[in-house]
């Protein structure tokens, strides 16, 4: 089994309500916001290539391998 990759996050949606620029089903980088996270959100690069706060709940936490990870960038 590969090792996940040390300090990244990546995050399943699984719910996009009002939200236009996230999609059921796929796979999002986190970006760390301790804050954030706090108040029940988690801040990831959306759709639009840009760096928002969504409900936590949206997400499900994965850990990837680095193995993994290359491949999302790739058929981005």
Known sequence: MTEPAP??????CIENKD???LQKRKIYVVIPAKEA???GYL???????????YPASYFIIMELSAEA????????
């Open 7 to 12: 300090g990244r996050q990546s995050a399943l």
């Open 19 to 21: 939200c236009e620029d």
């Open 37 to 39: 996270s706090k108040e």
């Open 43 to 53: 801040r990831v690069i959306d759709e639009a290539g840009e760096d928002y706060l």
């Open 69 to 76: 990870q290359k491949a999302l960038r790739a058929a981005s």
